[in-house]
């Protein structure tokens, strides 16, 4: 710069030497100072700005040359550093985990990176640059609707497509406008494509995972709602967190009532147990009564709950109502003794038939001896009637112990109506004498094969009792209705009722409410049993001072059915003979 | 706590003069000052009331490497000239 300096400097001293060609060589200065202040972009010297001479001491040309110098410098710099950023994104590019391409406005692929090639790009297929991106990726033979690309060049926003499988592999497509237009058109997209299948095979998986733990959670939820055990889930501080509808019906209280109440607030009989053997408890009958029903008995089962990690959780309880069960129970062991008592009075029952048939004839003779007094006759008499009463006591015992033997019966096609009516000569003494009225409302029924004494016993005995309970003055009325193959008679007495406490019982053999001696306790039982074996039942409406209705209601059935079930049930138990016999 | 590197300060009162004269002086203070200006010793504060040097004068700079800023200060424009920025 220094000899450039001097050789200018020069020039200006050999003006007055030579004045035309320094003129120019000044003129040339100016101008090409000029064309250099216009790369820079400012405008031209003026010549009143600047004379020749200031102009030839400033040398713009070497201020110029220098400044040119740095921004070289600069430039050069510039260029290391893009030239080390390319190769740096180049790099970047080659080696990330997804695969990109760079596409035009024509589906051309501009370029590429090697993961693309791995994932998209057919093995056999070699340069793909040039080609169009939707035969090479997807080969078709045009974008479709679909098409990330085509989404951004149309909208000139970023594009997702979740889900694109390709040789059994999932991929996810993001395209993202790239190179932009002065006049906004999308001219190329980058197009990033990420192999998501252990993913989507993970979602998958997981989707049908949850879809079995619903289904299995809801077959679970179905069981517990109908089952007929009470069940409830406790927390770790035995608090009720979920129950079912059985427990709800058993304990007359709703979930959300009793949701996070503690168990003890339920049964307090089980606060001991929960706290021994590890809250276990298997059988434990406890009492629980309902706010606004009776005492009932529980069985309850109590059982660990725990969580994956094996740890306790809490614990679920069981719970049935025992209640009907014990009384079942308890009714089986009456019957057994009662069954017993029958067995045993049979016994007797034969035994005692004998001698008091003797007494019964004994006392007949004496009555035609001729030489006894007035008075030993009657005494004669009295032992006679006693022993007559006595007697028909037996029978009736005989009777009832023999209600199962099927043996003994006669079957024949009894007309109902026509047995009350057959009753009423016998019954009329009675109610002329206790001043009843007996009325009747019977409807046309068909004949049923049925034992007619045994029928007429059943007619006797309930209207019999319905004037017993009337004592004097009152009303009774019969009635027959035929529904189908069911025949029902209700025989209605407008009596004092029975007491509730003893309804359960009036069908015990022995049971009576008559003073002793009026009554032997066997009517109502061998009414049960007779129309028991008819297949039919008999039901009774008492209110207190109003009256009772006795209602049976049995099936209407032919000679041949009766045979050919007592054909099945003498089979049956000739079977269990035979099974016995063979243990 | 940052540290504080003292910085000279050559005043280039260009305040009355028109481009191109504008932008040549201050090419040459830049080529005069280049080294210390590069380092960080130095910053180039040029005062202007010219308003194309403005424009013209940081446009060289930026060209030529420099981090540039213009202020304007009541009827006069300060352009402070100074390292450029480190690349990361």
Known sequence: MKRTDSSISAIAEDDTESPCSCQDYVHYIREKTNQLLEVMGTTPLRPEELDDRALIEMDPIGIVADSFRQIIGT????????????????????????????????????????????????????????KFCYEVYSDRCSPICECPARESFATGKSTLVREIWKKGRCFQ????????????????VIEVSMEVTEKKIAEIAEKE???FCLSEKMKLATIIESLSEGLMVLDKDDRVISWNRAAEEMTHWLLAEMKDQPLTTLFPELGAALKTNSGKLQGVELTYKASDSEERVLSVNIGQLEGSDGKPIGKVLTFSDNTEQKKRTELYHHAEKLAAIGQLSAGVAHELNTPLGSVLGYARLLLKDKSLTAI???????????????????QGLLRFARQTS??????????????????????????????????TDLAPLEPTAADAQELEQVVLNLSMNAIQAIGSKGRIHIKTRQSGKHILMSIADNGPGIPEAIRSRIFDPFYTTKPVGEGTGLGLSICSGIIGDLGGTIDIDSHLEKGTTIRVLFHLATIEQKKSQKVAADTKVSSFVKAGEVT | MESREIVDVVDLNILGQVCPACLLVVLKA????????????????VRTDHRDSTRTVPESARKMGYLVDVKKIDRHYEISIGKPHEKN
């Open chain 1, 173 to 188: 497509i993001i395209s993202t406008p790239f190179s932009v237009s002065e006049d906004g058109v999308v001219e190329k």
């Open chain 1, 75 to 130: 430039l050069n710099k510039t260029i290391d550093e893009l030239t080390h950023t390319k190769n740096e994104l180049q790099a970047i590019f080659d080696a990330t985990g997804v695969g990109i391409s760079i596409i035009d406005r024509d589906y051309t692929i501009e370029r590429y990176n090697q993961k693309q090639r791995e994932l998209l790009v057919d093995p056999n297929m070699s340069n793909i640059v040039g």
């Open chain 1, 209 to 211: 995972m949850k879809e």
């Open chain 1, 406 to 439: 099927r043996e003994k019966k006669v079957l024949e096609n009894c007309q109902l109506n026509d047995i009350i009516m057959g009753t009423r000569p016998l019954l009329e003494t009675e109610l002329t004498k206790r001043k009843i009225k007996l009325t």
């Open chain 1, 376 to 394: 030993q006759k009657e005494q004669a008499s009295i032992i006679a009637e006693q022993a007559k009463k006595s007697s028909s006591i037996i």
């Open chain 2, 30 to 45: 830049l080529n005069l000052h280049e080294r210390n200006l590069r380092s960080g010793k130095t910053r180039l504060l």
